[in-house]
Every structure is written in structure tokens, then in C-alpha cells.
């Protein structure tokens, strides 16, 4: 049992850097994640490695310097995940 099984986080610039680091230490913690990041294929790629892992992952293509589509985030997340943490 993960230190964070139940909870659900956003990682934004997941795509890569410490972002990606830190979603996959926070999926290997047990915590479903939403991968969130303008680069869709990098997200793609980085939650087939979580779900190979037995972890749940969301992939939301966003660009947090616009308003809306960081609040969209925040809504599909809790809408698939069922809340956010």
C-alpha cells in the first residue's frame, strides 16, 4: 500500500523535467494523477508507463498560462478522478 493510495493530484508540465518526475513518484505512491501539459504525445506516452504499473493516469492536454483551459483542468479532473486532492 502507497503512502497516497486514494488520492488524486494535477501535475501540470508533466510532459517532461519535474514535472513527469514528480507525477511518476506520486503514481508509484499510489495516487491517480492528471497529467496535464501542452505536449499531448509526451503525456500519452508517460501515462501508458503509469497504467503499465498498475497506477491510473489522466491526460489533460492544457496551457496553464490560459485561464480557461487551467480551470478545465481542474474540472475534468475531478469529473474522471472524482476529486482532487
Known amino acids: ?18 514535472g513527469e518526475a514528480a507525477a511518476l513518484a506520486l503514481a508509484e ?6 497529467l496535464a501539459a501542452r505536449r499531448t504525445g509526451r ?10 504499473a498498475g497506477g491510473r493516469a489522466l491526460v489533460v492536454a ?4 490560459d485561464r480557461e483551459q487551467a480551470e478545465a483542468a481542474v474540472a475534468r479532473t475531478v469529473q474522471e478522478l472524482g476529486r482532487l486532492d
Open 43 to 52: 503525456l500519452d506516452d508517460l501515462a501508458g508507463r503509469i497504467a503499465s
Open 29 to 34: 505512491r499510489g495516487a491517480a494523477v492528471a
Open 1 to 18: 500500500m502507497g503512502t497516497r493510495d486514494g488520492t488524486v493530484a494535477l501535475v501540470t508540465g508533466a510532459s517532461s523535467g519535474i
Open 62 to 65: 492544457t496551457d496553464v498560462t
